[in-house]
């Protein structure tokens, strides 16, 4: 079964740190789609990125960036010289795509908390 | 604009009562999904639908029922309400294997049951 692992729960930082959100995954199928989401304190889930299976080419825009690597399941999110305004949860997803049952379905980590302090 | 709603913001329910929660996307998207957010739980899938009158159980589905008699339209249900369903309740819909696929979240519903 499809899951989904962010180990990290909270994190805490000083504003300008770097800051790297862990995720590892887990799935059978050969392709697949990751994401992640940003949830600020007003509650509304925000998509930040969407990775496919075959496509492992780091991405990077502006003070984000991604890690893909198949090897270790793992799809790590960077966000360098953090500013308060990161504050939030951010979530990594997972969705399967399902040819026979003509859908797809998001599968998310339990989130991590990050707190920028200035 | 892409646009998933919600009918309601927050909602205060009696233990016992039947509850909709629906929510309404207009982007023609197949796919359209119902999730509970707990603190330390992160997101989980209660309900999805890959067509109009088609549902799947998600990872929690005790407790909930669903209905699609329309495309745009995708309805949660606690039949009997319980304080254990107190919660966030969010509605997501997504294209399926296109390139671009991505689900987009309505902005919540948070339902108190007392």
């Known amino acids: 079964a499809q899951k989904v692992t962010q180990a990290q729960t909270e994190i805490s930082v000083v504003e300008k740190e770097d800051v790297t959100l862990d995720c590892v995954y887990e799935?059978?199928?050969?392709?697949?789609?990751l994401f992640w989401y940003k949830q600020p304190p007003s509650g509304e889930l925000v998509f930040l990125i969407r990775?496919?299976?075959?496509?492992?080419q780091n991405e990077i825009s502006g003070r984000y960036s991604w890690n893909f690597q198949k090897s270790t399941s793992s799809f790590n999110f960077t966000i360098t010289a953090s500013q308060v305004v990161d504050s939030a949860v951010y979530f990594c997803?997972?969705?399967?795509?399902?040819?026979?049952?003509?859908?797809?379905?998001?599968?998310f980590g339990k989130g991590t908390t990050l707190s920028v302090s200035s | 604009d892409v646009k998933v709603t919600q009918s309601s913001r927050y909602l205060v329910k009696r233990t016992g009562e039947k509850v909709f929660l629906e929510c309404v996307q207009d982007?023609?998207?197949?796919?359209m999904f119902w999730y509970r957010q707990d603190p330390g739980l992160g997101l989980r899938l209660i309900y999805f639908?890959?067509?109009?009158?088609?549902?799947e159980k998600g990872d929690i589905p005790e407790g909930y029922s669903v209905s699609r008699e329309k495309k745009e339209r995708f309805s949660l249900i606690l039949e009997s309400a319980s304080t254990n369903q107190t919660s966030m309740y969010l509605c997501?819909?997504?294209?399926?294997?296109?390139?671009?696929?991505?689900?987009?979240f309505g902005q919540g519903t948070r339902l108190t049951v007392v």
């Open positions: 639908s890959y067509d109009v009158k088609m549902k």
């Open positions: 982007m023609d998207h197949e796919n």
């Open positions: 799935t059978r199928d050969t392709t697949y789609y």
């Open positions: 990775r496919n299976s075959f496509d492992e």
């Open positions: 997803a997972l969705s399967e795509l399902r040819v026979n049952q003509a859908g797809t379905a998001l599968i």
């Open positions: 997501a819909s997504s294209v399926w294997d296109r390139e671009d696929t991505e689900a987009f």
